[in-house]
């Protein structure tokens, strides 16, 4: 059975921290892991990663994969408030169409 | 830029009613997908739709039904609700061709009584 696992669940810094996000997974016939960001209302796409090593960077946030170590992490610097939400890791696989999810990691950033 | 819309936004219900969700996108995509968010639980799928006339089952679809009804729309259905249909329902799409991440709506909070 697919897994995706995230940790931590939940995470609490201040503005100007930096943050590391981590996900693991196991995946048959993996193709692609995708991160979301989400706050109220409809998870919001940032990365998608299919290559080992490469990053993947916009502004503060940036992620790589590992495919021989099966995770992934998602760094975000110079936190702000506005980086507060609920990042959501996510798999695909060659074999189906549908997106497998972690439980999600929940980062508060305070003034 | 619309996206993916779903309506209604909150509905409450009483057991044993029934209710339609819709869900429509606007960017050519050919595969659609219905997803229930629970505290602690994460995203899971309970049915898709891979291109306009098939459906297929996902890692949750007792209690519910579908229909593609052409390329844009996708519903979903209780037929009788449950107060552990009590969710955050959420639709996406995308191309289907797995080069592309999935896009998705706002979600509709439902709750059952």
């Known amino acids: 059975e697919d897994k995706v696992v995230q940790s931590p669940l939940s995470l609490v810094v201040h503005e100007g921290d930096t943050v590391t996000l981590n996900c693991s997974y196991e995946?048959?016939?993996?193709?692609?892991l995708l991160w979301y960001k989400q706050e109220k209302k409809a998870p919001t796409f940032l990365f998608m990663l299919?290559?080992?090593?490469i990053e993947k960077k916009s502004g503060r946030l940036s992620s790589i994969l590992d495919k021989k170590e099966l995770f992934s992490i998602l760094n975000i610097t110079a936190t702000q408030t506005g980086d507060s939400a609920v990042y959501l890791c996510?798999?695909?696989?060659?074999?189906?169409?549908?997106?497998?999810f972690g439980k999600g990691t929940s980062l508060l950033v305070t003034p | 830029n619309a996206g993916v819309t779903q309506t209604p936004k909150f509905q409450v219900l009483k057991t044993g009613q029934s209710m339609t969700l819709q869900c429509a996108q606007d960017?050519?995509?050919?595969?659609m997908y219905w997803y229930r968010q629970d505290p602690g639980m994460g995203l899971r799928l309970i049915y898709y739709?891979?291109?306009?006339?098939?459906?297929d089952k996902g890692e949750v679809p007792n209690g519910y039904n579908v229909s593609r009804l052409n390329k844009r729309e996708f519903s979903l259905r209780l037929e009788s609700a449950a107060p552990s249909q009590t969710s955050v329902y959420f639709c996406?799409?995308?191309?289907?061709?797995?080069?592309?991440?999935?896009?998705f709506g706002d979600g509709t909070r439902l709750s059952i009584l």
């Open positions: 995946v048959t016939n993996f193709r692609s």
């Open positions: 739709s891979a291109s306009e006339g098939t459906t």
């Open positions: 960017m050519n995509h050919n595969s």
């Open positions: 996510a798999t695909s696989s060659n074999s189906g169409y549908a997106l497998n």
């Open positions: 996406a799409s995308d191309s289907g061709f797995g080069n592309q991440p999935q896009h």
């Open positions: 299919t290559s080992s090593g």
